[in-house]
């Protein structure tokens, strides 16, 4: 899917969430975002994956294709869909 779609893949985090506002989110996408040339750039077997700059890369990320109806691409930091 991501072959598909160009062969990039853009992580990065989402605004702060819940209560604490210590947990945030993953938001993956295959659109370059306007900062793209920021980001830092890793190859990996297939695509390339850009890390929203500043951010510590995990020591894993999963990535995956999820959704019945609109199937979309997901990533899990270190097996977690959350960053804390």
């Known amino acids: 899917m991501i072959v598909e779609a160009g062969g990039l893949l853009f992580v990065r985090l989402s605004r702060l969430a819940g209560a604490q506002g210590r947990i945030r989110t993953l938001e993956v996408t295959t659109e370059p975002p306007e900062d793209a040339l920021d980001y830092q750039r890793f190859e990996t077997k297939g695509f390339l994956l850009f890390l ?8 894993e990320l999963h990535v995956d294709v ?19």
Request: hydrophobic residues 50%.
């Open 52 to 59: 929203q700059p500043g951010l510590r890369p995990p020591h």
């Open 66 to 84: 999820v959704g019945w109806i609109r199937r979309r691409v997901a990533a899990f930091w270190n097996g977690c869909a959350f960053v804390a």
